[in-house]
């Protein structure tokens, strides 16, 4: 199987970045493998758009982009958002001081430009399936919550019945 013909998705990623014909090449690749995707030019839209009911869950963003550099907004998503995308940044930057600093605001993955798209595929992938799993959890935590709520109230039924024999 190759990576072309892997899981197509539906997904919708988030492309964060300032420079138009790269943002086309990314969307041009992301949608070919099935994404949907929805496009910032500046960090504050990305912002925004990660606030919305249905928001992206997977992001690849620039770090130098205007109003708001995307070192700026993983910082601010990891500080603020509960349900957190996974993060991709891709960017011109390299170097070890510069992934540390783009992980360490909370980038999932680092991305040195001119990217391979082999490798931006498989990454989106990987990040798809930890979401999922993310979701999966979240959810069967909810499903328990339910079942401790049941549990407890079964409890206090079972402790009145008791009292009312003595």
């Known amino acids: 199987m190759t990576i072309?013909?892997?899981?197509?998705?539906?997904?919708?990623?988030l492309i964060a970045d300032d420079d138009e014909p790269t943002r086309i090449l990314l969307r041009t690749a992301i949608s070919k493998w099935g994404y949907q995707v929805i496009e910032a030019t500046h960090g504050e839209q990305a912002w925004d758009l990660l606030q919305q009911p249905d928001a992206p869950k997977l992001l690849v963003v620039d770090w130098?982009?205007?109003?708001?550099?995307?070192?700026?907004?993983?910082?601010r998503i990891r500080?603020?958002?509960?349900l957190q995308p996974y993060i991709i940044f891709l960017t011109r930057l390299s170097?070890?001081?510069n992934i540390l600093k783009g992980l360490e605001a909370g980038a999932d993955e680092?991305?040195?430009k001119p990217v391979n798209y082999s490798e931006l595929h498989i990454r989106l992938l990987a990040g798809e399936r930890i979401v999922?799993?993310?979701?999966?959890?979240?959810?069967k935590n909810?499903?328990?919550?339910?079942?401790?709520?049941?549990?407890?109230?079964?409890?206090?039924l079972l402790y009145l019945i008791l009292e009312g024999k003595k």
């Open 110 to 112: 680092f991305l040195i």
């Open 142 to 156: 909810q499903e328990l919550q339910v079942c401790l709520t049941y549990i407890n109230t079964l409890e206090q």
């Open 4 to 13: 072309d013909s892997a899981l197509i998705s539906s997904e919708k990623v």
């Open 95 to 97: 170097g070890t001081p």
């Open 64 to 75: 130098l982009m205007p109003q708001l550099d995307g070192l700026a907004l993983c910082e």
């Open 79 to 82: 500080n603020q958002l509960v």
């Open 132 to 139: 999922k799993y993310r979701d999966i959890v979240i959810s």
